[in-house]
C-alpha cells in the first residue's frame, strides 16, 4: 500500500489559482447588485448616499469572507490524501466524502496540462482528482501507468473552460428579471436562470469532489430560486 499526500508548499501553488478565478466573479456579482439597486431606486439623490455607506461594508465583508474561504480551502487541500492499494485507489479529505475505485473498474485516466490526474471509474459519480501538487508525484504516475496507460489531455472540460462566462451569463440573466418591464422578456430571463441555477445545485450535489459544507451552502440556491420566482409572478401577474 502507497499513500501520497500534500507536500508541504503545494497550496502556495494554487492559492493565486483560487485568487484568480474568484476575485472577478466577486467585482461583477457586487456591480450587478448595484446596478439592479440603483436602477430600481425611485429616489437617486438618496440611493447615491447609500451606496456611499453600502459599498465599503460589502468590500468589507467579501474581504473578510474571501480571507476564511481560502483558508478554508487550505485546510481541506492540505488534508488531501490518495492511497494505492493492490487493486484499488482511493481518495480521501476533510468533510468530503471518500472514494474508491477498483482497477478494474478504471475507465480512464487522464493527466491534464496543469499536471492534475483526473481518473474515472465506472460509474460517473467515481472520479478522482489528483492535484499535481502531491509528494512523489513521478511515482504516482508510473503507478497508474501500470494499471491502464496515462492519456494526456491538454484542455480542459466545457463546464471548466467556460464558467466564468456561465456566471456572467446567469447575472445578466439575473438583471434583466429584475430591471425589465416586458413580460417576454422577464419570463425567458427567470425560465433560463431557474434552468441554470437548478442545473448547478443537481451538478454541485452529486459531485464527490466538493466538501459538505460548500454542499450544505449551496442549499441556499433554493432561497434564491424561490425568490426570482416570486418576483417573476409579480410582474406577470
Known amino acids: 500500500m ?3 499526500k500534500i507536500k508541504s508548499d503545494g497550496f502556495k501553488e494554487i ?3 483560487i485568487l484568480i478565478r474568484t476575485i472577478p466573479i466577486l467585482i461583477v456579482a457586487i456591480t450587478v447588485g448595484i446596478l439592479i439597486s440603483s436602477l430600481n431606486s425611485s429616489n437617486k439623490s438618496a440611493d447615491t448616499s447609500t451606496l456611499a455607506i ?6 468589507l465583508f467579501v474581504g473578510v469572507g474571501l480571507y476564511r474561504g481560502i483558508n478554508r480551502q487550505k485546510t481541506l487541500f492540505e488534508s488531501y490524501k490518495i492511497t494505492l492499494t493492490e487493486n484499488l ?3 480521501e479529505q476533510l468533510n468530503t466524502p471518500t472514494i474508491s475505485v477498483y482497477f478494474n473498474d478504471i475507465q480512464e485516466i487522464v493527466q491534464k496540462s496543469n499536471r492534475n490526474i483526473i481518473i474515472k471509474g465506472s460509474d460517473p ?3 478522482i482528482i489528483v492535484p499535481a501538487q502531491i509528494n512523489n508525484y513521478s511515482e ?3 503507478a497508474l501507468s501500470q494499471i491502464i496507460p496515462v492519456r494526456n489531455r491538454p484542455s480542459n472540460s466545457l463546464f471548466q473552460k467556460y464558467q466564468f462566462l456561465l456566471v456572467i451569463l446567469a447575472l445578466a440573466l439575473l438583471m434583466l428579471v ?4 416586458n413580460k417576454t422578456v422577464v419570463t425567458i430571463s427567470g425560465s433560463f436562470l431557474i434552468l441554470i441555477l437548478v442545473w448547478s445545485l443537481i451538478t ?3 459531485n464527490k469532489n466538493i466538501d459538505i459544507k460548500t454542499k450544505r451552502a449551496d442549499w441556499g440556491v433554493f432561497i434564491v430560486i424561490v425568490l426570482i420566482y416570486y418576483f417573476m409572478y409579480n410582474k406577470l401577474i
Open 2 to 4: 502507497q499513500e501520497y
Open 15 to 17: 492559492r493565486k489559482q
Open 54 to 59: 453600502i459599498i465599503p461594508v460589502i468590500l
Open 89 to 91: 485507489v482511493k481518495r
Open 125 to 127: 459519480k467515481n472520479v
Open 140 to 142: 504516482f504516475y508510473e
Open 178 to 181: 429584475y430591471t425589465v418591464s
Open 204 to 206: 454541485i450535489r452529486n
